[in-house]
């Protein structure tokens, strides 16, 4: 426990300083370290106090739950909401470390992970200390995962619908969070039926997974995850009328972001933007997302935390609109699966270094864009294709170095 005492308390203190560090480049430098979303969190907050909506605030696009919660921004001090992601972050970490001891990691081995992946990992220190409020969404979908393998359905629903209401990405874990659960000690898996069981289909093993979705934990953790969500968007309807639900969840569903970012996409829709099919092929995106969160979903929902890292890893990938903080969206979930990797670390560090790379190659030609105002679009999607196949080689990697540990299995039947 010391171990882990050193890494949270060295993680904490790190961000601490950032936070710090950020204060002073604020007042003293061109360039701000504060995100320019957080200055869009308290101006929402701001409203909140004075009675008026948040979505009188522009590019205000998230919940009004995040401006209730950064209310003391207003009445206490504006570093408040940097504090609040911060403890989230650590909090984050400590979920994750509880979930692979629950899974048989050794304390050691399980302190490393989160270690390495997560506490002392500079990209989500920065988000964090910068301002930006993925480490809540990561603390809750971390959260759903250790409830749903401690076998407590109802917290883990809770803790999911929480999550889909902060962030709509988490709702891609429905599907695996569904097999998992169906697939539960007791459930019954599918059995061999003398000589045919060898002949069984693609399509009725599809269909008897369907199938075996229809029971007690699957109908709880579906109602109560919903009850949840439904509770929360019934009671901001009533307070925020038609601009909430347009804001909140259907803005993020048909969002076509122009601007330069890692998306492959972008450029595409950039040069589309005035077109008439510029909204239908902003939906055509979806396409190879969908396919492989279906095969990805089928394939690995045993293991429900390594089945929601690609699931995660490959939403943002081939995602219509990535930047930076997307990131933080499968690094949290990296721990988990890192003891289930069997990579040597040559090649591990071979592939960080290629993601590196493959950032900073993007990151050259969008500083002579922002900065320099030169046209470099076009060596701004080039270099987002070249991240894309980084990316993409990384997942294929990552899934034929994967062996899941006998430890997850025992614990999990043990539930």
């Not at 560090?21 to 504060?34: E, N």
């Not at 490393?112 to 220190?125: Q, V, Y």
């Not at 055509?284 to 699931?311: G, K, M, W």
Request: hydrophobic content about 55%.
């Amino acid at each position: 426990m010391a171990g882990v005492g050193a890494a949270l308390l060295a993680g904490l203190l790190a961000r601490l300083a950032l936070v710090l560090y950020g204060l002073h480049q604020d007042r003293t430098m061109r360039v701000r370290y504060t995100d320019v979303d957080y200055r869009v969190f308290t101006d929402a907050a701001r409203l909140v106090t004075e009675g008026r909506s948040p979505y009188r605030r522009a590019t205000y696009r998230y919940t009004p739950l995040l401006a209730w919660l950064l209310t003391p921004n207003v009445f206490l001090t504006e570093a408040f909401g940097k504090l609040l992601f911060v403890a989230g972050d650590v909090a984050a970490a400590v979920v994750a470390y509880r979930a692979l001891r629950r899974r048989g990691t050794p304390a050691g081995r399980a302190c490393g992970c989160c270690a390495a992946a997560w506490l002392l990992n500079p990209l989500p220190m920065a988000v964090s200390s910068r301002g930006n409020a993925e480490a809540l969404v990561a603390l809750l979908v971390l959260a759903t995962l250790y409830w749903v393998e401690a076998g407590s359905v109802g917290k883990a629903a809770v803790c999911y619908g929480l999550a889909v209401h902060m962030k709509i990405y988490p709702l891609s874990y429905a599907l695996p969070i569904a097999l998992h659960l169906s697939a539960a000690p007791g459930r019954g898996a599918l059995r061999a039926r003398g000589d045919g069981a060898a002949k069984v289909t693609v399509m009725a093993r599809l269909w008897h997974l369907l199938v075996k979705m229809l029971n007690r934990d699957v109908l709880l953790f579906g109602t109560v995850a919903g009850s949840v969500l439904a509770a929360l968007t019934v009671a901001f309807y009533h307070l925020y009328g038609l601009e909430f639900l347009e804001h909140a969840y259907l803005y993020h569903l048909t969002r076509r972001d122009i601007r330069h970012n890692f998306s492959p996409y972008f450029y595409m829709l950039y040069l589309t933007a005035e077109s008439k099919w510029s909204f239908a092929l902003g939906l055509a995106a979806f396409l190879p997302q969908l396919l492989l969160l279906l095969v990805v979903s089928v394939a690995f929902y045993r293991d429900l935390a390594f089945s929601c890292f690609l699931h995660t890893a490959i939403f943002v990938t081939f995602n219509k609109v990535c930047t930076s903080q997307y990131f933080v969206w499968y690094l949290c979930l990296l721990p988990l699966v890192m003891p289930s990797i069997k990579m040597s670390w040559h090649r591990a560090m071979l592939l960080l270094c290629l993601w590196f790379i493959g950032q900073g190659l993007w990151l050259t030609p969008a500083f002579f864009l922002e900065f320099k105002g030169y046209n470099t679009y076009l060596f701004i999607w080039m270099a987002g294709l070249l991240f894309l196949l980084i990316n993409s080689l990384i997942i294929v990697q990552i899934i034929a170095h994967y062996q899941k540990e006998t430890q997850v299995a025992k614990k999990l039947k043990q539930r």
